[in-house]
T-cell receptor, first 115, second 114 residues
Framework: DTGVSQNPRHKITKRGQNVTFRCDPISEHNRLYWYRQTLGQGPEFLTYFQNEAQLEKSRLLSDRFSAERPKGSFSTLEIQRTEQGDSAMYLC?????????????FGEGSRLTVL | DQQVKQNSPSLSVQEGRISILNCDYTNSMFDYFLWYKKYPAEGPTFLISISSIKDKNEDGRFTVFLNKSAKHLSLHIVPSQPGDSAVYFCAASGVRGGSYIPTFGRGTSLIVHP
């Protein structure tokens, strides 16, 4: 399978714990995006990388959230001191610069439940 | 404030008929408009897009119409098939940080009855 891969698919944690999600984009894609989707809403943009550089962050990305893409390949999204409001589906997507119209390739998502 | 609005949470149509999904936007600076389709337990998949300088784009059974003066776009599916049953997200792209980053609506759940 050469699509966008996300792990873990499901994570249940207690409030106050830290969680980390991993995204492996399509191998030749140099752009990587993180979105969050809550029930009844569309995907909401969190942050975007071109290669290893984080070029854009949404105001939704509070200080408890940090994203990295250290070698320009896979990316991690860490949430510290989780809150119940963090419960959501976290979606990763990638794209090629040549397709720069907003056409993204999404993974299946990582669902977070904070108890 | 929602920049991309899909006011119909759901739509039900009969197989073979036309499905029309609607979307409104508020930001006139968007350059591209896109539709994504999402099945349960899967990520959204790109369906079709249109540039802001065009008013129609067609791809097989799917046609997107753009009315810039009304800040409105629609997706037509003809003929509708049961396999089209999914959530459809409208999205609009503007440049942020050197990339076109889509802003999504809340989605419309389409059910096509056999």
């Amino acid at each position: 399978d050469t699509g966008v891969s996300q792990n873990p698919r499901h994570k249940i944690t207690k409030r106050g714990q830290n969680v980390t999600f991993r995204c492996d984009p399509i191998s030749e894609h140099n752009r990587l995006y993180w979105y969050r989707q809550t029930l009844g809403q569309g995907p909401e943009f969190l942050t975007y990388f071109q290669n290893e550089a984080q070029l854009e962050k949404s105001r939704l990305l509070s200080d408890r959230f940090s994203a990295e893409r250290p070698k320009g390949s896979f990316s991690t999204l860490e949430i510290q001191r989780t809150e119940q409001g963090d419960s959501a589906m976290y979606l990763c997507a990638s794209s090629l610069r040549a397709l720069n119209t907003g056409e993204l390739f999404f993974g299946e998502g990582s669902r977070l439940t904070v108890l | 404030d929602q920049q991309v609005k899909q006011n119909s949470p759901s739509l039900s149509v009969q197989e073979g008929r036309i499905s029309i999904l609607n979307c409104d936007y508020t930001n006139s600076m968007f350059d591209y408009f896109l539709w994504y389709k999402k099945y349960p337990a899967e990520g959204p998949t790109f369906l079709i897009s249109i540039s802001s300088i065009k008013d129609k784009n067609e791809d097989g059974r799917f046609t997107v119409f753009l009315n810039k003066s009304a800040k409105h776009l629609s997706l037509h599916i003809v003929p509708s098939q049961p396999g089209d049953s999914a959530v459809y997200f409208c999205a609009a792209s503007g440049v942020r940080g050197g990339s076109y980053i889509p802003t999504f609506g809340r989605g419309t759940s389409l059910i096509v009855h056999p």
